[in-house]
């Protein structure tokens, strides 16, 4: 099964490269790289074609419509979403390549992701609690995907409308709810990836508040409009 990894980016030029030299020293070889320019105004797309991955364009603002597009265009069995400012195992994409081979009732899968920052304390903690949060959903049977660590079926997505365009936070958690109907879907607490600090540069706190309360309108509250705690997060970029 060949495997195709979606990028969305927007002003990604700084981050790029250490993700797409990470992606370069994968054991499994038999993948593309599609990386999806959302109207980036930076040399992303210059960046991105330079070592080799496959670029497209998404006018519409929003990793909800970038991913979409992305997904869309991929022509991988096995659709792998992450995020421009992540690095890899080298073993990543063999651990997920496994997985769907293991198990053909599998569907869609995700796995978990740590801070890469210079602290090794707050690289522990936000593994361990990273983890345990997902471990404690999946029991709960809320799976919750992470956008920047998780691989679906074409066919299975296909099934679905796919990513929301107007999502652009949660757009994930959104796409799980819709698999989760269809077929399996597998939380694999190995598969790891790592992820940068900046969206929590400024506030911690007020970061990972938000992050919650997107959280729990989506599984807990859906009824909830999510545009008021979206326009209160912080713009990483």
């Not at 060949?2 to 490269?17: M, R």
């Not at 890899?88 to 390549?97: A, S, V």
């Not at 471990?135 to 049977?141: C, E, G």
Request: overall charge positive; charged content about 25%.
């Amino acid at each position: 099964m060949k495997i195709s990894v979606v990028i969305p980016a927007y002003n990604e030029e700084k981050y790029l490269p250490t993700c797409l030299k990470s992606l370069k020293k994968q054991t499994f070889q038999d993948f593309e790289i599609i990386v999806v320019d959302n109207n980036s105004t930076d040399k992303t797309s210059e960046v991105a074609k330079k070592y080799g991955a496959h670029v497209i364009h998404e006018p519409k603002k929003g990793v909800g419509a970038a991913r979409k597009k992305g997904f869309e265009q991929a022509k991988g069995d096995i659709i792998v979403s992450t995020d421009a400012d992540c690095t890899f195992p080298e073993n990543w994409l063999e651990k997920i390549h496994h997985s769907f081979t293991k198990d053909e009732n599998i569907i869609a899968l995700y796995g978990i992701s740590a801070l890469d920052d210079n602290s090794n304390i707050k690289k522990l903690l936000s593994r361990v609690g990273t983890r345990t949060f997902f471990q404690i959903n999946d029991w709960l049977k809320k799976k919750q995907f992470t956008g920047c660590n998780l691989a679906v079926k074409k066919t299975a997505y296909d099934e679905t409308n796919g990513f929301d365009p107007d999502i652009h936070i949660c757009e994930d958690a959104d796409l799980c709810k819709k698999l989760m109907k269809i077929g399996k879907v597998l939380f694999v607490p190995h598969l790891l990836v790592y992820t940068s600090a900046r969206r929590f540069k400024d506030s911690s706190i007020k970061t990972l508040y938000g992050y919650m309360k997107l959280y729990y309108n989506t599984w807990w509250n859906p009824s909830k409009n999510h545009s008021d705690t979206m326009a209160n997060m912080p713009d990483i970029r």
